[in-house]
């Protein structure tokens, strides 16, 4: 079993070109960092740095591999030094310069030219001597696929807490439901005894009397009315049916499966809780639907 929360960190160095790297005081790493709680479906949030877009498909492609419900967010970033060398294109910021300055002494002569306005034109740097875009897929892919074991490891290991929490709860439920079980008949005569007494008690000094025929059918009913067999036959079947899940070793998603059952279980309780004749019973089958509720709560977390 998997929690869908986790967090993994990687990451991979990258190969400089020959003159750059021969001039480099430090190593280039990319590193990924995933974080990812629980969702429906999966969802995928990407952070990149501004130089890394066109790695997003490739951080993506791994990320499906291993993880298929969540909601992840992945963060791409250069880790220490930003490999390449920015180099300024001269001719092309003289040219610039020599543009906007005679459009600044035809508009407003006397206003000073502020050099700073260079940097929001376009091309001026180019970076040189940095990684190649092979190089730069490979290290992305060595990195997410570290963050990923790491991920993994983390889910793992919390879906493991939360599979245990899970079965004590749902053993819990099962001593409850053998406790209540052998008391359903005594219940359900007392209930009778109770509807036999309060007819006399109504009849008395009427002169009126109730055909034993017709009372006896009334009680047979009431009986049928009270009776939570069945519901308590299925909740304990259902009960039976998610242990197995609750204890699986493998990543196989069962989440949706456990939630299914639990709802299942939920509808049984609901019904036996309407039927209950007595405030004992009753209060049985309410804590049985409030470890219900903590066990929903639960899942939503188990991929």
């Known amino acids: 079993m998997q929690s869908m929360t986790g967090y993994g960190r990687g990451s991979a160095?990258?190969?400089?070109?020959?003159?750059?790297?021969?001039?480099?005081?430090?190593?280039?790493?990319?590193?990924?960092?995933?974080?990812?709680?629980?969702?429906?479906?999966?969802?995928?949030?990407?952070?990149?740095?501004?130089?890394?877009?066109?790695?997003?498909?490739?951080?993506?492609?791994?990320?499906?591999?291993?993880?298929?419900?969540?909601?992840?967010?992945?963060?791409?970033?250069?880790?220490?030094?930003?490999?390449?060398?920015?180099?300024?294109?001269?001719?092309?910021?003289?040219?610039?310069?020599?543009?906007?300055?005679?459009?600044?002494?035809?508009?407003?002569?006397?206003?000073?030219?502020?050099?700073?306005?260079?940097?929001?034109v376009p091309g001026l740097f180019r970076e040189t001597g940095g990684p190649a875009e092979a190089e730069l897929t490979r290290a992305c892919r060595t990195a997410t696929e570290a963050a990923c074991r790491e991920l993994l490891a983390m889910r793992r290991a919390e879906g493991e807490l939360l599979g245990r929490d899970l079965a004590a709860r749902c053993t819990q439920i099962a001593r409850a439901l053998d406790a209540l079980t052998p008391t359903l008949p005594e219940l359900v005569r007392v209930q009778q005894e109770k509807l036999r007494g309060r007819v006399t008690q109504l009849l008395a000094g009427t002169g009126l009397s109730l055909e034993p025929g017709r009372l006896e059918h009334e009680i047979a009913v009431l009986a049928d009315r009270a009776d939570i067999s069945e519901?308590?036959?299925?909740?304990?079947?259902?009960?039976?049916?998610?242990?197995?899940?609750l204890a699986a070793g493998s990543d196989e998603p069962v989440g949706h499966r456990i939630d299914f059952l639990l709802q299942e279980m939920t509808r049984e309780a609901n019904t036996s809780a309407a039927k209950l004749p007595d405030a004992a019973s009753t209060q049985v089958m309410l804590g049985i639907k409030a470890e219900l509720l903590r066990m929903r709560e639960q899942v939503q977390n188990v991929l």
């Open 13 to 120: 160095p990258v190969a400089q070109a020959v003159a750059q790297a021969s001039s480099a005081s430090g190593q280039s790493l990319l590193a990924v960092d995933i974080r990812s709680v629980n969702h429906r479906f999966f969802e995928l949030r990407l952070h990149l740095d501004p130089q890394l877009t066109a790695l997003g498909s490739s951080v993506e492609e791994v990320l499906r591999k291993h993880v298929s419900r969540g909601r992840v967010d992945v963060t791409l970033r250069w880790d220490g030094q930003t490999p390449g060398r920015v180099q300024l294109d001269a001719a092309r910021a003289r040219a610039a310069f020599q543009a906007l300055q005679q459009l600044q002494n035809e508009l407003s002569p006397s206003e000073p030219f502020p050099l700073s306005l260079l940097s929001s």
């Open 231 to 245: 519901e308590l036959t299925r909740l304990d079947a259902h009960a039976r049916a998610l242990m197995p899940l």
